[in-house]
């Protein structure tokens, strides 16, 4: 409303002279009374005036006040648009951050070729096959892995060809390689939604105005901790490997101690006999 007024009474004082001049014409064109009595014309041209007196006076010193007072926050506003464009969002800063941001991407996308880099080695037909599932990132075809699995490292010996104690470490010892490889799968497979994310996340902050790259900022904080997740979850799995390794290693000193055993009982049967 202050706006409003500000810009009537600005049209006003503009079209002062106007006004006047209507005002007069619409006096000489009023017709005259049917008494044939003579217009006064010095009382006209002294309302006129009185008129235009008014406008100078009272709109006028109105409008120059209004004036003032906007000119007064047209001043802040200046200093504080300066201020946003010069410290909060000086736009040397933001070309600058947007041509790092062109330049690690491009240091990205050198990383996802690296990460689709062929590494298969295999040339035998069963290898090359469990080599293939296990290479595959598609965590649609984990069910796979243990045909060929079997395949290449034999299935678990019957119970008449091994101990039991044998047959049990065998078979834990498959169980988490199977697992391992598994995860390796997902693990690739999640790697790859987290490498289409940056990317998308890289575009649009190379593109984002200042008031939005902050949401951007938390979207890639919040994939961050995602990755975090998924390294963790890698960790352990490589913690289990290393687990059943060791415990393979201790099984395997056992059973040497027991054969020892057992020998030792055979020879010394032995003499006695």
């Known amino acids: 409303m202050p706006a409003f007024l500000s810009d ?15 005002l007069l014409v619409l006096v000489l064109l009023t017709p005259q009374s049917a008494n044939g ?16 007196t008014a406008i100078d006076v009272v ?14 926050v047209n001043q802040i506003l200046n200093i504080i648009n300066a201020f946003f464009q010069n410290q909060i969002y000086p736009q040397a800063g933001i070309n600058r951050a947007r041509g790092v941001v062109g330049v690690v991407q491009g240091i990205y996308n050198v990383i996802r070729g690296l990460v689709n880099l062929n590494v298969a ?13 296990i290479l595959s990132r598609n965590p649609g075809i ?7 699995y079997t395949t290449v ?7 008449t060809d091994a101990p039991p104690a044998v047959r049990d470490m065998i078979d834990m010892t498959d169980a988490t390689a199977q697992s391992a490889l598994k995860k390796a799968i997902a693990i690739d497979a999640a790697a790859d939604q987290l490498m289409n994310a940056s990317d998308q996340l890289w575009g649009e902050l190379g593109q984002a105005a200042p008031g939005t790259a902050p949401m951007i900022e938390a979207q890639s904080a919040a994939m961050l901790v995602k990755a975090h997740a998924l390294t963790q979850s890698a960790m ?3 913690f289990r490997i290393r687990a059943i ?8 000193l056992k059973f040497n101690a027991d054969h020892a055993s057992d020998t030792r009982r055979d020879l010394t049967n032995m003499f006695v006999k």
């Not at 009595?37 to 235009?52: L, M, T």
Request: hydrophobic share 50%.
């Open 142 to 148: 984990i069910g796979l892995v243990p045909g060929p």
């Open 8 to 22: 009537v009474f600005h049209c006003i004082w503009q079209e002062k002279t106007k006004i006047i001049a209507l």
């Open 121 to 133: 080695s295999a040339t035998l037909a069963n290898p090359r096959q469990l080599e293939a599932v």
């Open 59 to 72: 709109i006028g010193t109105g409008l120059q006040a209004i004036n003032s007072a906007l000119g007064r």
């Open 236 to 238: 352990a799995e490589l």
């Open 37 to 52: 009595q003579s217009i006064d014309w010095g009382a006209i041209v002294a309302a006129i005036k009185a008129i235009g």
């Open 153 to 159: 490292y034999q299935p678990l010996p019957a119970a």
């Open 245 to 252: 390794d060791m415990a393979n290693t201790g099984a395997a």
